[in-house]
């Protein structure tokens, strides 16, 4: 599985963007997603995550105002960015953690998007 993010940009604060992740292969489907971001100094965090099963999870941070989903004929996770704040200025990465066939999973990154929300 490759990943190839896209949709950021410059925002104003109160501004939406939405962010998508394109998955080469055949085992998208099967695939648990998640984004994560990076700020300047900080350590990557989770930021949201869909199941193969499209069980959602976010962090506190953004619930209510980012929405992930994904399109499986599409190979695509997306994710909604509502009511950006300044806080959210970061690198956004896209992972994947992929099943085997030997009941194992392993994680595949994305090679992230720039997202900055100015005041």
């Known amino acids: 599985v490759q990943l190839q993010a896209s949709g950021g940009g410059l925002v104003q604060a109160g501004g939406s963007l939405r962010l998508s992740c394109v998955a080469s292969g055949s085992s998208f489907r099967a695939s648990d997603m998640g984004w994560y971001r990076q700020a300047p100094g900080k350590e990557r965090e989770l930021v949201a995550t869909i199941s193969s099963g499209r069980i959602t999870t976010y962090a506190p941070s953004v619930k209510g105002r980012f929405t992930v989903s994904r399109d499986n004929a599409k190979n695509t996770v997306y994710l909604e960015m509502n009511s950006l704040k300044p806080e959210d200025t970061a690198v956004y990465y896209c992972?994947?953690?992929?099943?085997?066939?030997?009941?194992?999973?392993?994680?595949?990154w994305g090679q992230g998007t720039q997202v900055t929300v100015s005041s």
């Open positions: 992972n994947a953690n992929v099943p085997t066939a030997w009941g194992t999973t392993y994680h595949r």
